[in-house]
C-alpha cells in the first residue's frame, strides 16, 4: 500500500556485484575508483565490489559473467560511461553470465562524474559513491523482466526516390523483401539524374538512374508510387500505419489499384528514409545571385551544360550570350562563420562543410576547360577538399587544363561586383600570392552552393526523428549506429542524414536495407520491456489511468474475477502502444500500474540510496 | 551552520530522450557544475505523483530540478499533464509553508549544454541561501497528499 515510504521488500537473498571501471583513466584520473569500491562494498547486500581499467574490454565483461557463476551473484552494477554507450553491453554480458539481464543498473561515472567535476576530485568521488547507492537501491527492487514479442509487418516503406532510396529498395527486393517506394516527384532518381557527367567515373547521371531502375523493375518485391508523399503516419516498430496522398503528380488510377480507395493506407515493419537534400539557396545579393544575370548556382550551371555551343574562337553560347570566362566560387552556402556570414532564417549560420562541392567544381571547371578552349576558368576556393579515391586526379587534371586557381580566406570571401559593358567583377585577396589583392573580369559566376536537408514532412514531423545541429537527420552514433535512429524501426539512407557523393550515400543505403532486413527477417519483434504494467491484486478498477492514456488502446479495462469471485474491471496494458511514458503511473492511488523497470518504489530506492550512502569502506577488491 | 558551510542536496530527474543526454553533454564538453548535483535517468518525469516529490523534501533532498524536454517531449501530452502537476504541487508547498523556490521544472535539450549550467547553478544557488529544507514541514504536506489520493479510493469502493 502506498502509505508506506517503500512498498515490498525484495524477498530473496540479495547478491550484488559491483564493477567500477577506470575507463583508463577518463574516470580515474579523477574519481578515487578504489575508495569508491570500498566504500559501495559496505552497503548492504553487496556481495563484492571491483575497479577493472576498462569494463567494456572482452576482460572486464568476462569478469561480470564469471563473477555472477562463481560468486552467485544474482544483481549486477557498473559504474563507467554514459548508459548511452554501454548499458545494452554489460545488460548483454550479465545474460551470457546467465542471469535475467534486467537485474542489471547502469551508473554514470563518466559523462556526469569525472568529466564534468575535474576539479572537484573529492567531490566527484562521493557523488560515485552515492550514484552506486542509489542504483544498489533500485536493484533491490529489480524483477527479472522479458523482452516484448509483437507481431511483425514484412514490408518497408523507403521515402525517397534518388539513388539512396532506389538503391536500399533494390537491396531488399533482392533480399525477397517487399518494399514500398514513395517519391514525391513525377520520376526517380532525385538530384543525380540532373547531373551531366558524375565523378569520379564519369558518363551522365541519367544513366546511372536508368539503370537502377531496369534493376527495379525486374523486382515483383518492389513497388514504386511516383507523385506521392505521406500525408500521417502512426504506430512503431514492425507495424508503421502510414497513408499517402497525392503530391500533385502521382497517378490515381495506379494508387486506387495497388492501395484500393482513397485515403491510400498501407502497412509497413520500417522505414527507410531517402529524402535526400536540397542545394544551398543563395539570398537575393549573396555573391550577386539574382542580382546580376551571368550569376548562377552550380546546378543551374550543369543543367544549363547541355545546351551549350561552341562558338568560334573555342567560347561559350548560351542563351544568347557569349562567354568568355567563367568563374567559379567555392563554398557557398558552407563552412559559414558566425559574424562573417549572414545567418539562415532560423538564425544559425551553415558552419559544416558539404563534402561533395570541391570535386563537383573542380570537375566541372575542367570540364569548361575541355569542352570550350577558349574560355577562362578561375575557380576561388579557401581549401581544396577532393578526398575520395580518384578525386584527386580530377583536381590535378583541372590545373593541368588550365583552369586558374585563387585562394580566399574564410574570414574575407570574394566579392562578385558590377562591372563596365555588362561583365561582372570579382575580387579576392588571394592567399596563393601571399595576399595580393586580385580582380577578375569575367562573363558568368558559378555559385559552389552546399547541401541542405530535404523535406522529410510528416514522418519526421510524427515520429519526431532527432536532427543535428546542422539540420540533417541524426543517427543515434556516429560510428557504432549509423543508419539507425533513436526511433526503432527507421533508418537512414543518403543525403538525409548529411552531404554525400553517390558512392557514400550507395554504401549508407546499402547499410540501412541491410539493418531493415534484419529486422524484417522475423515475424516477430523484441520490444524493450520499459512498458506499463498492472498488478492485478492491487488495482480497484477505479480507471483514473484510463483518463491519463492519449495513446489509443494502449490501455483497456476488462471483466476479471475478484478473489471473492465477483466480477470486477481491472486495467489492461497493451505494450506494443504503450510508450512507457508512465502518465498512468501518477494518478494510480494504490501503486497498481507501474512502468517496468522505472517503478516508484524504485525511484524512492534511489533517492534513499543517494542520502543514505557511507562515504569510505575497508575492503578493496581488485579485479 | 553558516550559509556558506551547507552544501544542498540536489536531485535532477532528467529525461532520457531530452535533458539527461543534455548532462552527458556537458560532460563530453569538459563543463564544470557542483558535485552536490545528482541525475537520475527517468522515461518522463509525468510519472511522479506529488508525494514523490514531497517524499524527496521529507527525506532531506534539499532542491529539485525536473529536466523534462519542454515541447520536444516525446509522448503526446506528458508536458501538460507534468506543468499542471507541478503548478498544482507548489500551490500546496506555499500554503504549507514549504518554500516554493526548491521546486523547479525546466526543459533541457540534448545539446543544451548552457542551459543545464544555468539551471543547475540557479538553483544550487538560490537552495544554499534557502539553507536545508525544513523536513517536517514536508512531511505534513507529503501525508496529506497521500491522504488526498486515500480518500479517492474510499468513496469510490463506497461507491461500487
Ligand atoms: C552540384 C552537385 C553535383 C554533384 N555531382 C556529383 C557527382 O558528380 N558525383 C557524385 O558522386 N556525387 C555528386 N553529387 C552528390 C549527389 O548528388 C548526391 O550524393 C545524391 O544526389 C544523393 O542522393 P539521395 O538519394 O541521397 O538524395 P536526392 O538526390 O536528393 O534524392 C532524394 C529524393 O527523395 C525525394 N523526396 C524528398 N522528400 C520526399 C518526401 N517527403 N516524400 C517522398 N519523396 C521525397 C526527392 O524528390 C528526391 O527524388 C553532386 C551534388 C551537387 C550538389
Not at chain 1, 536537408?453 to 543517427?475: N, T, Y
Request: glycine residues 10%.
Amino acid at each position: 500500500m502506498r502509505t508506506e515510504e517503500n512498498n515490498g521488500v525484495p524477498g530473496e537473498d540479495i547478491r550484488i556485484g559491483v564493477y567500477v571501471c577506470m575507463c583508463g583513466g577518463n574516470i580515474s584520473d579523477v574519481i578515487d575508483v578504489d575508495r569508491v569500491a570500498a566504500a559501495v562494498g559496505e552497503i548492504a547486500g553487496v556481495t563484492l565490489a571491483k575497479v577493472h581499467p576498462f569494463m567494456c574490454s572482452d576482460p572486464g565483461q568476462q569478469t561480470i559473467t564469471e563473477d555472477i557463476k562463481t560468486q552467485k551473484l544474482n544483481r549486477v552494477v557498473v559504474a563507467s560511461c554514459s548508459p548511452f554507450l554501454h548499458e545494452l553491453t554489460f545488460r548483454t554480458a550479465v545474460g551470457r553470465g546467465g542471469l535475467n539481464p534486467y537485474l542489471y543498473e547502469h551508473v554514470n561515472i563518466r559523462e556526469q562524474g569525472s568529466w564534468s567535476h575535474k576539479d572537484d576530485p573529492d567531490g566527484a568521488t562521493i557523488k560515485a559513491i552515492r550514484l552506486i547507492a542509489a542504483a544498489i537501491g533500485k536493484l533491490r527492487y529489480a524483477e527479472p523482466l522479458e523482452q516484448i514479442q509483437i507481431s511483425n509487418f514484412r514490408r518497408a516503406l523507403v521515402i525517397g526516390g534518388g539513388i539512396a532510396g532506389m538503391r536500399s529498395a533494390v537491396d531488399l527486393g533482392k533480399r525477397g523483401i517487399e518494399v514500398l517506394l514513395v517519391e514525391k516527384e513525377p520520376s526517380l532518381g532525385g538530384w543525380v539524374k540532373e547531373w551531366e557527367e558524375i565523378y569520379p567515373t564519369g558518363g551522365k547521371g541519367a544513366e546511372l538512374i536508368r539503370r537502377l531502375n531496369e534493376e527495379l523493375e525486374r523486382l515483383n518485391e518492389v513497388t514504386v508510387l511516383k507523385g506521392v508523399r505521406v500525408s500521417d503516419l502512426s504506430g512503431f516498430v514492425g507495424n508503421y500505419n502510414v497513408t499517402l496522398e497525392n503530391a500533385g503528380a502521382g497517378d490515381e488510377a495506379e494508387l486506387r489499384e495497388v492501395l484500393g480507395n482513397a485515403p491510400y493506407r498501407a502497412q509497413a515493419g520500417a522505414i527507410i528514409v531517402a529524402a535526400g537534400f536540397e542545394p544551398y539557396k543563395p539570398r537575393a545579393g549573396e555573391f550577386g545571385y539574382e542580382s546580376f544575370p551571368g550569376v548562377v548556382t552550380l546546378p543551374e550551371f550543369i543543367e544549363g551544360l547541355s545546351e551549350m555551343q561552341i562558338h568560334p574562337e573555342g567560347r561559350i553560347f548560351w542563351r544568347g550570350r557569349t562567354v568568355g570566362s567563367v568563374a567559379f566560387i567555392h563554398c557557398v552556402g558552407s563552412r559559414q562563420i558566425e559574424g562573417v556570414h549572414e545567418k539562415q532564417d532560423d538564425g544559425k549560420i551553415n558552419d559544416y562543410c558539404s563534402r561533395t562541392c570541391c570535386t563537383a567544381i573542380v570537375r566541372n571547371a575542367a570540364l569548361i576547360r575541355e569542352r570550350f578552349p577558349g574560355v577562362h576558368v578561375y575557380d576561388f576556393y579557401q581549401d581544396i577538399r577532393t578526398y575520395g579515391r580518384g578525386h584527386e586526379e580530377i583536381y590535378t587534371s583541372a590545373a593541368n587544363t588550365g583552369v586558374t586557381f585563387l585562394r580566399y580566406h574564410g574570414e574575407q570571401p570574394p566579392v562578385v561586383e558590377k562591372g563596365a559593358d555588362g561583365a561582372l567583377l570579382v575580387r579576392c585577396n588571394d592567399r596563393l600570392t601571399f595576399g595580393e589583392e586580385i580582380e577578375a573580369a569575367v562573363d558568368m559566376v558559378v555559385l559552389g552552393v552546399g547541401m541542405t536537408p530535404g523535406a522529410v514532412g510528416k514522418v519526421s514531423e510524427v515520429l519526431k526523428l532527432p536532427v543535428g545541429a546542422d539540420r540533417f537527420l541524426q543517427e543515434v552514433h556516429p560510428k557504432l549506429r549509423p543508419v539507425e535512429v533513436s526511433v526503432n524501426g527507421v533508418f537512414l539512407a543518403g543525403t538525409a542524414q548529411g552531404p554525400m557523393n553517390i558512392e557514400e550515400a550507395f554504401s549508407a543505403a546499402g547499410a540501412a536495407a541491410a539493418k531493415a532486413s534484419i529486422l524484417l527477417n522475423n515475424s516477430t519483434v523484441q520490444l524493450d520491456p520499459f512498458k506499463a504494467n498492472v498488478d492485478d491484486e492491487s488495482c480497484i478498477g477505479c480507471e483514473r489511468c484510463l483518463s491519463e492514456c492519449v495513446y489509443t488502446g494502449a490501455l483497456v479495462m476488462k471483466e476479471a474475477k475478484g478473489t471473492d469471485g465477483s466480477t470486477c474491471r481491472k486495467a489492461v496494458v497493451n505494450p506494443g502502444l504503450c510508450v512507457g511514458c508512465g502518465a498512468c503511473v501518477a494518478v494510480c492511488p494504490t501503486r497498481a500500474i507501474y512502468v517496468n523497470g522505472w517503478t516508484l518504489s524504485q525511484y524512492e530506492a534511489m533517492v534513499d540510496g543517494l542520502l543514505n550512502a557511507p562515504r569510505e569502506g575497508a575492503r578493496i577488491e581488485n579485479a | 551552520m553558516s550559509s556558506e558551510a551547507f552544501i544542498p542536496k540536489i536531485l535532477v530527474p532528467a529525461t532520457v530522450s531530452c535533458a539527461y543526454p543534455g548532462a552527458d553533454a556537458v560532460g563530453k564538453a569538459h563543463l564544470k557544475y557542483p558535485t552536490n548535483i545528482d541525475i537520475i535517468r527517468v522515461p518522463s518525469p509525468v510519472m511522479f505523483p506529488e508525494d514523490f516529490y514531497l517524499g524527496c523534501f521529507m527525506k532531506g533532498i534539499d532542491g529539485i530540478l525536473i529536466a523534462g524536454c519542454g515541447s520536444d517531449c516525446p509522448f503526446e501530452g506528458a508536458y501538460t499533464k507534468l506543468t499542471k502537476r507541478i503548478d498544482g504541487l507548489v500551490k500546496k508547498m506555499r500554503a504549507g509553508g514549504l518554500e516554493i523556490e526548491r521546486l523547479r521544472l525546466t526543459a533541457i535539450c540534448t545539446v543544451c549544454v548552457k542551459a543545464f549550467l544555468k539551471e543547475v547553478n540557479q538553483l544550487n544557488d538560490k537552495v544554499k541561501a534557502l539553507g536545508p529544507v525544513n523536513r517536517d514541514v514536508a512531511r505534513v504536506l507529503w501525508e496529506a497528499s497521500l491522504r488526498e489520493i486515500r480518500e479517492g479510493i474510499e468513496t469510490e469502493t463506497a461507491n461500487e
